[in-house]
């Protein structure tokens, strides 16, 4: 059994924390943030049952570990992984490596020159999508795949360290060295130059008020950010090949998710949308068709895509000692690049990979050369989680008899109709995103849910720990479903319990229902705000 330590317990955190729990091989057996609350909720999501610590140097000396994920901010990775591996623990570390290059190389000759194992969190090379666009490439689908492109438009971060470049190492770092390595993976040749030009649009200012779909607060303001809030980077590869990225830090619409593409030299082309879709066609290809690929059993709705098989192949990497595929080699390569990106925007000119050259480092890169060059494993299945325990006839009863005493004595919440439109859907997020009662009934919770209308329309919802975000409608992606009949939606608003509803099935549930059990107020409470907009 791999016992495990979670160092932060903010999103990052809590994300690694649901998907090493579901996991079976492992167990949870520590945790450790600087906040009381947060410690709190984690031990409330586990149960109680890991040792909890405010210091990661108190926690690495007293908890009985084997491996720990680092997932706090930037500036203090490597500090935290360092004393890690010399206290002998393998380490996950979320990406970036570290805000400055000194520092990333320092700890990286560090880490390889211990026997621990160090995965980094670029968790695109753990995804089903990213990895069969990878695998077509290298299988010759596109002949040489020569352009690559990436549109990152999104809304801000909730943090200030994100916006200080002493802390973070900028936006293009911080962010964008997901997408560099995307670059990198599909053309497999190296960076040689980068040109830039970026700046500050809107978030800019002493005091600037910065909109977050994650973390909504609609008073957020962050002080004298330095940090570009757009950028439009070209990069040259060895081969001749070119990377075109354009990032946008201000965009309103509350929905994480990018566009990146890549041409080949037969004139077949692939474009990924959201982080949802796969299409692919043109030459050989033939018709744009879209590619089949399973979005939800690599993350299983716990959060970023590719996030539990990486958690998995951690574990599996821990076990046979092997390089991870996100490894410390190719995320400072990517960190380079993005690096590159925010000197060329200082300097005002075209910056070459080399001047970032470390002997040392390119030692290792030799050394490694053959696992660097490996083909991209096959997508994966859903990783193993643990057994749950079902309840007892008894237990089931119990529940059944809460849940109608709650129904009959819940006070009657009315509305007047309106039509199923999904165009509802961003409007119900947004109000739920500012509702105090909704987060605390919410919280804990993390479900993809798709609601259909009466008239056919659909939309679909992400619930992350008590915040939500609107997604595009694919069903598969879906772990539960809610289907209204004409009846069910208008006695809804008219005042009908959602329970009686759901029993006299004019309001038909599917999928994977249990997952919600605990948040049945959660989803009531859902029902009564869509009554009131």
Excluded at 363 to 372: G, N, P, V, Y
Aim: proline share 6%; with cysteine.
């Amino acid at each position: 059994m791999i016992r495990i330590g979670i160092v932060g317990l903010g999103e990052n955190g809590t994300m690694h924390l649901r998907g090493f729990d579901r996991l079976d091989g492992c167990e949870i057996a520590a945790v450790c943030d600087t906040s009381e609350e947060r410690r709190a909720f984690a031990l409330n999501l586990l149960g109680g049952r890991p040792q909890a610590f405010s210091s990661y140097k108190t926690m690495f000396k007293e908890a009985d570990l084997h491996a720990v994920a680092v997932c706090t901010p930037t500036y203090t990775h490597t500090p935290i992984a360092t004393a890690a591996i010399d206290a002998g623990l393998d380490v996950l570390l979320e990406k970036p490596i570290a805000p400055a290059l000194e520092e990333t190389d320092r700890f990286i000759l560090h880490a390889m020159a211990s026997d621990r194992i160090v995965q980094v969190g670029l968790v695109y090379r753990y995804s089903n999508l990213y990895r069969t666009l990878a695998r077509m490439a290298e299988n010759g689908a596109f002949g040489q795949v020569m352009m690559a492109w990436c549109q990152e438009h999104r809304d801000n971060f909730p943090t200030q360290w994100f916006f200080e470049t002493k802390k973070s190492g900028g936006a293009i770092l911080d962010k964008d060295c997901h997408h560099f390595d995307l670059f990198s993976w599909c053309f497999r040749s190296k960076p040689v130059r980068v040109a830039a030009l970026g700046g500050q649009h809107v978030v800019k200012g002493k005091r600037v008020k910065i909109n977050c779909g994650y973390a909504p607060d609609p008073e957020l303001m962050i002080k004298n950010p330095d940090i570009v809030d757009h950028a439009c980077v070209i990069v040259e590869y060895e081969n001749g090949a070119l990377g075109n990225l354009n990032l946008c830090m201000y965009e309103a619409e509350p929905i994480e998710g990018l566009k990146y593409g890549i041409m080949g030299t037969n004139g077949a082309h692939a474009q990924t949308i959201r982080d949802m879709a796969l299409n692919a066609g043109g030459g050989p290809l033939g018709e744009i068709a879209e590619i089949p690929v399973d979005y939800f059993n690599d993350n299983q709705g716990i959060g970023h895509i590719g996030c539990q098989v990486q958690h998995a192949e951690f574990l599996d990497r821990v076990r046979d000692r092997k390089l991870p595929f996100a490894n410390l080699l190719l995320a400072r390569e990517s960190m380079v690049i993005s690096m590159a990106a925010e000197k060329a925007i200082v300097e005002k000119r075209p910056v070459l990979i080399s001047e970032f050259r470390n002997p040392d480092i390119e030692k290792l890169l030799k050394r490694h050369a053959e696992e660097l060059a490996a083909p991209t494993p096959a997508p994966l299945p859903a990783p193993k989680p643990k057994a749950v325990k079902e309840p007892s006839p008894q237990e089931e009863l119990v529940n059944t008899l809460l849940m109608l005493v709650k129904m009959i004595f819940k006070p009657k919440v009315k509305g007047r109709f309106k039509e199923f439109d999904k165009d509802l859907f961003p409007k119900l997020a947004d109000k739920l995103n500012k509702d105090k009662k909704f987060l605390d009934l919410a919280r804990g919770m993390t479900a993809r849910v798709a609601f259909e209308g009466p008239n056919g329309d659909k939309a679909m919802v992400e619930f992350r720990d008590g915040h939500v975000v609107p997604v595009p409608f694919k069903e598969a992606h879906a772990e539960v479903k809610a289907a209204f009949t004409a009846e069910g939606w208008k006695e809804m608003f008219e005042g009908a319990p959602v329970q009686t509803l759901v029993m006299q099935r004019k309001i038909i549930l599917s999928g994977r229902i249990a997952q919600l059990r605990p948040y049945t107020e959660a989803m009531i409470y859902v029902t009564d705000v869509i009554k009131k907009l």
